[in-house]
């Protein structure tokens, strides 16, 4: 969304699944400031997107680093981690329609396991990890679809993890 658009929800769900991942190291800028209402705040961040980067305040990230932690902890307890394989993966393959002709797609998964068959996994933050309402949000956002085509690119099994933006950090994880 446009700057100052951007749900606070968002903006943490973004920040931890980036941790998670270990995917933002070079695109974060730290704003060593109490919030954004200060001109000096705003004139930092302004700057720091104006490069591309994404301006986070200090106490912000130190609270979304303990929350993955915390999701790091949830997801072993199911005897999931997040190591071994490549961040953010992008593949490319074709799909044959129902005319017959072949249509070439593109996806980009959050996690991905090499391996016979593999393992994909989709990163969803919530609100609520419940598992009927994980359900709801499969088929009401498409990840049936998503995953199902991940799984025809890579050949790997597919699995959403939701989790929790406030303690305790529920996470569940649902196997397509």
């Given at each position: 969304?446009?700057?100052?658009?951007?749900?606070?929800?968002?903006?943490?769900?973004?920040?931890?699944?980036?941790?998670?991942?270990?995917?933002?190291?070079?695109?974060?800028?730290?704003?060593?400031?109490?919030?954004?209402?200060?001109?000096?705040?705003k004139?930092?961040?302004?700057?720091?997107?104006?490069?591309?980067?994404?301006?986070v305040?200090?106490?912000?990230?130190?609270?979304?680093?303990?929350?993955?932690?915390?999701?790091?902890?949830?997801?072993?307890?199911f005897?999931?981690?997040?190591?071994?394989?490549?961040?953010?993966?992008?593949?490319?393959?074709?799909?044959?329609?129902?005319?017959?002709?072949?249509?070439?797609?593109?996806?980009?998964?959050?996690?991905?396991?090499?391996?016979?068959?593999?393992?994909?996994?989709?990163?969803?933050?919530?609100?609520?990890?419940?598992?009927?309402?994980?359900?709801?949000?499969?088929?009401?956002?498409?990840?049936?679809?998503?995953?199902?085509?991940?799984?025809?690119?890579?050949?790997?099994?597919?699995t959403?993890?939701?989790?929790?933006l406030?303690?305790?950090?529920?996470?569940?994880?649902?196997?397509?």
């Amino acid at each position: 969304g446009k700057k100052g658009q951007r749900s606070k929800a968002f903006d943490e769900g973004t920040l931890i699944h980036a941790i998670l991942l270990d995917t933002m190291a070079d695109d974060l800028g730290i704003v060593d400031a109490k919030d954004w209402r200060t001109n000096a705040a705003k004139a930092e961040r302004d700057a720091i997107e104006a490069t591309g980067r994404s301006a986070v305040l200090a106490a912000d990230l130190g609270k979304a680093m303990i929350a993955a932690d915390r999701i790091r902890e949830n997801l072993a307890a199911f005897g999931i981690e997040l190591t071994g394989g490549q961040a953010e993966a992008t593949f490319t393959w074709m799909e044959q329609a129902d005319s017959g002709r072949f249509v070439q797609c593109k996806g980009r998964v959050d996690y991905w396991i090499p391996g016979m068959p593999g393992m994909i996994y989709d990163l969803k933050s919530t609100a609520n990890a419940k598992p009927d309402v994980c359900a709801r949000s499969i088929v009401d956002y498409g990840y049936d679809i998503q995953m199902i085509a991940y799984g025809r690119a890579t050949g790997a099994d597919t699995t959403l993890i939701f989790f929790e933006l406030e303690e305790p950090f529920v996470v569940t994880p649902l196997r397509l």
